[in-house]
Nanobody, 123 residues
Framework: QVQLVESGGGLVQAGGSLRLSCAAS????????MGWFRQAPGKEREFVAAIRWSGGSTYYADSVKGRFTISRDNAKNTGYLQMNSLKPEDTAVYYC????????????????WGQGTQVTVSS
């Protein structure tokens, strides 16, 4: 089993930046896909970004493309989501997730999940 621990959420003003971290443990992450999702109150959990742990191919939702950057550090077993030019509509609980084999844009594609971290963007 893989355990994912998120950190880096908080309160930020519109236009500001945050970097979320996702530390993985329990098993090797070398062949995994790491994804980020977010969920606002009353809304479905939506795809944000994903990266192949080995290979570096990245994918972004249109709503965050050009503002968010996903990355990973293999040596540290840690993934990151750099969020710039934040908007109030980015306010949500952000979740780190891992897929053992494939990259997908729906929550059901992913096998392991972090606890979630709150990101609040004020206007």
């Amino acid at each position: 089993q893989v355990q994912l621990v998120e950190s880096g959420g908080g309160l930020v003003q519109a236009g500001g930046s945050l970097r979320l971290s996702c530390a993985a443990s329990g098993r090797t992450f070398s062949s995994y896909v790491m994804g980020w999702f977010r969920q606002a109150p009353g809304k479905e959990r939506e795809f944000v970004a994903a990266i192949r742990w080995s290979g570096g191919s990245t994918y972004y939702a249109d709503s965050v493309k050009g503002r968010f950057t996903i990355s990973r550090d293999n040596a540290k077993n840690t993934g990151y989501l750099q969020m710039n030019s934040l908007k109030p509509e980015d306010t949500a609980v952000y979740y780190c997730a891992a897929s053992r084999t494939i990259l997908g844009t729906t929550p059901g594609t992913y096998d392991y999940w972090g606890q979630g971290t709150q990101v609040t963007v004020s206007s």
